[in-house]
């Protein structure tokens, strides 16, 4: 059992997950901003790592990890700073980011490697299911690192049973089949959704995110899944003056 098992065995409800991408604003902001994140209440964390074609990501998230970039961040300095992660962080930390650079570090050296420093799980949305499950489950089980699978409002009630089945921790419900950084849509279609969702009583607890960038959507997300994810607004926060001061505002602004 890793820190998300816990996480979830002891929390049912409310929980809140922040986004944000590693090297950014500066470069070696990334564990600064994940302690603060804790401090201020956050339940879990999930930090970005870069890639030059962030295919999913709307532009916050793309200039943000642009910017990392070009600040120099990559996956070898990553985990070097996330070395010192676990003596400052106590909640769960994931990473997320595109396959891409994960496999031409090598899955299995990347997964030992987050193991290492202390990551719990891993967010790949462009990880093709059916190759997660026949070239790298084990190298994640190995090391006891969570692979986070993504349902859309698109997802086929057969798909996402078998989601669930290889799911060993949560489930990353997109609030739409968008990019990242819109505004959660509290339409009737939404609401079907994602009750139809709720209704399914998947064994794995449910996440919501994209489109949370306030407490009324934190509020509606909640009222449907163990928890929400907050990304683009978080970004964009981070582009404002002073913002290491301000992060427990920022939280507090969701939460209420």
Avoid at 82 to 99: D, F, H, N, T, W
Avoid at 168 to 188: H, P, Q, V
């Amino acid at each position: 059992m890793n820190r998300l098992n816990s996480l979830f065995n002891q929390k049912k409800n409310n929980l809140l997950s922040v986004y944000f991408t590693a090297g950014y604003p500066t470069i070696n902001s990334t564990i600064d901003i994940a302690e603060a994140l804790e401090k201020a209440g956050a339940d879990f964390l999930e930090i970005g790592f870069p890639y030059s074609d962030p295919v999913a990501d709307g532009p916050t998230i793309q200039h943000s990890s642009q910017q990392a970039l070009d600040n120099g961040m990559n996956l070898n300095l990553l985990f070097e700073q996330l070395a010192e992660l676990r003596q400052r962080v106590s909640i769960p930390v994931l990473l997320m980011g595109y396959a891409n650079p994960m496999v031409q570090y090598g899955v299995e050296r990347f997964c030992a490697k987050a193991a290492e420093v202390g990551v719990d799980g891993v967010i790949v949305p462009d990880l093709p299911m059916y190759e997660y499950e026949t070239l790298y489950k084990d190298s994640f089980a190995n090391h006891n690192i969570s692979n986070i699978f993504l349902v859309t409002p698109q997802t086929a009630e057969a798909r996402i049973r078998k989601i669930d089945e290889l799911s060993n921790s949560f489930i990353y419900l997109l609030s739409s089949a968008s990019i990242t950084g819109g505004n959660l849509a509290l339409s009737d279609v939404t609401e079907t959704y994602f009750k139809r969702i709720k209704d399914m009583e998947l064994n794995n607890p449910i996440v919501i995110g994209f489109g949370i960038g306030n407490k009324a959507a934190f509020d509606k997300a909640t009222s449907y899944a163990n928890g929400a994810i907050v990304g683009s607004a978080f970004v964009k926060f981070l582009a404002e003056d002073n913002y290491m001061e301000r992060i427990p505002e920022f939280v507090k602004g969701i939460r209420g």
